[in-house]
């Protein structure tokens, strides 16, 4: 017992650093780790080897995760490795992004995701066996119409760095438009103060379009405008697929849905 506390403390501890971290905490009920959450092995399946397998896109087209491994994937979320492989990611974004020689005429975009990218739904799934249970799309849009998605702390970070760069930040979200305002409001509640576009999608246009098309005639839009797409994040393998998907591309930790 006294082992299962002082791991508790230390992983609250571990997510205390900045005004935007301490609005999760607020928002976000802490787990405590439990039989199997940490990747001990659970008869029959090891959830571990289950998770990487969705973020190599070795399982696809998968609706819920496993029962099983509901309290391995709510631990991951909540607890310190979610944000250490966040931020894995968003440093060799930035590595690259500093890397590169802009070419200064405002056409040099960065393409982000919004849910599980720069804007967090955990408090959601928390209350819905993050992704255990099937989707129901009325009660997530009720969540994203309240507007109080916390930020991931890493993309945020990220965000300003690019900034800083001199790139500009594109939105690509599979949100609907008519939430376009409510997007727009919590983005900038939580930090995201400026962008070039935000693209959200219009349904009459894409109906029973997957993903992977939607984000990919978008972006070949945005090419022919002009603009030049040097990075592209997001959280499912359909937002870096298809065409047009820029010079490179980085896939941050998603193992509560997937999206085809």
Known sequence: ??????????????????????????????LRPRSGAGGDSIPGLSCLSWRLAVETNNIIGWKTVPEECEEYVGHYMLGKQYRKDSRAVAKEAFLYAQSLKLAGDGKDIWIF???????????????????????????FDEWVMEGAAPALPESLLLYNKLLSLGIKVVFLTGRQESQRNTTASNLKNVGYHTWDKLILKEPSKYSGKTAVFYKSNERKMLEKKGYRIIGNIGDQ????????????????????YYIS
């Open 113 to 139: 995701d919004i849910d599980e990218t720069t804007l967090s739904n955990s408090p959601y799934y928390a209350q819905h066996g993050f992704g255990a249970e099937p989707y129901n799309a009325t009660l």
């Open 237 to 256: 393998w359909s937002d870096l697929l298809g065409t047009n998907t820029g010079n490179r591309t980085f896939k941050l930790p998603d193992p509560m």
């Open 1 to 30: 017992m006294a082992l299962l506390l002082l791991l508790f403390l230390a992983n609250i501890l571990t997510i205390s650093e900045g005004t935007c971290e301490a609005g999760i905490i607020k928002q976000i009920h802490l």
